[in-house]
RNA sequence: GGCGAGUUGGCGGAGUGGUUACGCAGCGGAUUGCAAAUCCGUGUACAGGAGUUCGAUUCUCCUACUCGCCUCCA
């Protein structure tokens, strides 16, 4: 099987040919840690999350490196710690462990590899001082920058901009001391108040970009298949790090195959915290929406397409895999499960630059042909579930069908003594509580069969007790 | 201003150079004590214009609009 990906840097769908097959290597470029993550963080950990199952299918579990990055030093965290008072140290780890506990509610697998900025510092100075030695960047006034004069002809060429195009387009405000205004920092001085480590250009800290760079470069090496990120990564960020990368390992590709997930909106509009409409993953799990219909209503779209999160998406998701877990309770084997392979769909669709929609048509499709235990097992491929949360979730339901049973074959006697006497006053009070309890009545000709749907109360039940 | 992405039926959302997914909602029918579920049937969409082509929703160009990046933000 082929998996094709859309390759940004070429601007079209490749087949992917990994590398090392024994050794297949991706990096994500992962949150900077100072606050709970937001809806749209997650979005790329959700779709990269599925590739690297995807890759893990394909050339097996032992064979897929994924790293993805805590940002662990960056103004945003010095400004958050100077205004509540915390130490930096403490406020990273607590939010590094908020953003594992939230990805993993939502099935996010963790990655292989974690790095922390601050743990690769002396691989960022080494970097910079290689991309010194080669004049690609320079010193200035305490500050070290790239020069992207020194590889003029290849700025840019991921994102489609040209230096010149950018320089005459550009908004930000030129800092005096760099030889172009397209050049960018490295490695910039601390003051004594902020994080600072040691180098040759003084006490200090990294620029942005460049523990990607170095990070990647360390647990992937110099050529690596997949770098994955937001889209609006591309620029600068991603520019910023195939230019650091290049230029300090000429003789490496960096990454040969990059994807970008497209952004998330929220009710038609961009998640902004002036606008309102700005929410973390933890305020949605605390309102009692689980993880797994969050994922069905990311997986829903195309990662490469604009993803709008609504309330009305979000109600039909829960249903439809309120639906799953009733197929699932209803015909699952869970001991096939365990030898029972993905549909050969799914992976096609996955295969096919992640057609996560196509693939969730195809849960829909074992759902209505009651295929339980295929379903079960493509639910738990596509991370919806872990195996023991599924069948969990399938046992309450069982057990909620084994608590409204006895009422489906009182109900069937009151049906059958009204059939005689054609009163069916008993019959229609009894199967008007028991919608009312959102408990769907089936009646045929000779049954009566009782499920709870979702939000069933069993509370408003009791007067039938 | 520069760069990029997108615009599909009531809504959501795939896909394809020709045979017009699918889901939800809707409508008609079968069925039912009434329903539900199910089954059958049904709605003839691809922003607008021009071009390429025997034929375009699918390719090219233009226009409009939307969105993103260029500035901390995935």
Redesign the pocket.
Known sequence: MTIKLYNTKT?SRVDFAPIDPDNVRMYV?G??VYDRA?L??A??VVVFDVLYRLLRHTYGADHVTYVRNFTDVDD?INARAAQSGRAIGEITAETTQWFLDDMGALGALEPNHMPRATQYIPQMVAMIEELIAKGHAYEAEGHVLFAVDSWREHYGAL???SVD??I?????EVAPYKRNPMDFVLWKPSSDDLPGWESPWGRGRPG?HIECSAMSHELLGESFDIHG????????HHENEIAQSCCAHPTGDFARVWMH?????VEG????KSLGNFFTIRDLLDQGIPGEVIRFVFL???Y?????WTA??EV?AESTIFGFIQIVADFCDFKSVDFCKPSQKVIDALA??L?T??AV?QL?RLR?SSKGTQLACDLLFLGFFDREGLQRRSSEYQEVCALVSPLADRLQEL?RE??ETKD?TQ??RM?TELLAANI??????DKVVLRPEKDFDLAKLEALK
């Not at 005459?168 to 930000?172: N, Y």
């Not at 990120?229 to 600068?236: E, I, Q, R, S, V």
């Not at 509009?269 to 902004?272: E, G, Y």
């Not at 490469?304 to 709008?308: F, L, Q, T």
Request: with cysteine.
């Open positions: 601007r470029c949150p900077t937001h749209g963080n979005r790329p945003k994102s489609g901009r195009d950018m005459a387009g550009a908004r930000v942005w990120g937001g889209n609006d990564l591309m620029f600068p997930n497209e952004m998330l909106q509009k961009k998640m902004s829903s779209t195309h490469r397409k604009p993803m709008d009305e998406k039909e096919n630059d057609n929609h196509v048509e829909k209505d049906r009204a059939k069916f019959v229609d199967k769907s009545v089936m009646m045929s000709n």
